[in-house]
């Protein structure tokens, strides 16, 4: 699996917009970007995940760049409850694990 | 909404002795994972699991550990003869299949003595 950088943390204010980079610059034409998030020590949620273009759904929006070296999670308007560590993770298709790095650690700011 | 559910919450064990963390996946999910998490420290898969076999395991998933379905329902880990080291978070995962998102249960805490 493509191996990823982000940033270990980032702090962002209550309703702003977080936006949490993340590069994979030696992903796989078939590989998956997918983002998961751990809130302090529970299961680590789904977030997100995309190919090649740009996905949105209720959590988030993930912008994957043209030539696929990077990509970026947007959460539009942070809550408090927001705050976590949040995993960038590439993979292939198929029945393969994650493989989970550091993550960013998001603090949310009243 | 459908949930991974996982049981005991807290198990506490001395040194030694053998340890069943219990998991119901999503109903009709047919892959199956068990990661770990040392405190402070990255989520590492363990073993994947699928139509009655492994499919993976990792380095950590030695002798010591086994994993069972069985029922149509609950996923196992067991560990034969616990060490301090085996101290963690365990945690369940299922899909249905890629590139679905793996589902993650809350979580088991293990605490070796």
């Known amino acids: 699996d493509a191996k990823t950088t982000q940033p270990p943390s980032m702090d962002c204010a209550e309703g702003r917009a977080a936006n949490l980079p993340c590069n994979h610059s030696?992903?796989?034409?078939?590989?998956?970007v997918y983002w998961y998030r751990q809130i302090h020590s529970q299961g680590p949620q789904y977030i997100i995940h995309g190919l090649k273009n740009n996905e949105t759904n209720e959590m988030a929006s993930l912008i994957i760049t043209e030539d696929r070296k990077s990509s970026t999670l947007i959460l539009p308007h942070a809550t408090l409850r927001d705050t976590a560590v949040y995993y960038c993770?590439?993979?292939?298709?198929?029945?393969?694990?994650?493989?989970f790095g550091k993550g960013t650690r998001l603090s949310v700011i009243a | 909404e459908p949930e991974v559910t996982q049981t005991p919450s807290h198990q506490v064990t001395q040194m030694g002795q053998e340890v069943i963390l219990r998991c119901v996946p999503i109903s009709n999910h047919l892959y199956f994972y068990w990661y770990r998490q040392i405190l402070g420290q990255k989520v590492e898969f363990l073993v994947s699991?699928?139509?009655?076999?492994?499919?993976?395991k990792s380095e950590i998933f030695d002798d010591q550990f086994s994993v069972e379905r069985p029922d149509g329902s609950n996923f196992t880990l067991k560990i034969r003869s616990t060490k301090l080291e085996d101290s963690a978070m365990y945690f369940c995962?299922?899909?249905?299949?890629?590139?679905?998102?793996?589902?993650f249960g809350p979580g088991t805490r293990l605490t070796v003595t």
């Open positions: 993770i590439v993979r292939f298709s198929g029945n393969t694990p994650l493989v």
């Open positions: 995962a299922s899909f249905l299949t890629s590139p679905y998102e793996q589902y």
């Open positions: 030696t992903i796989s034409g078939n590989e998956y």
């Open positions: 699991f699928y139509n009655n076999e492994i499919s993976e």
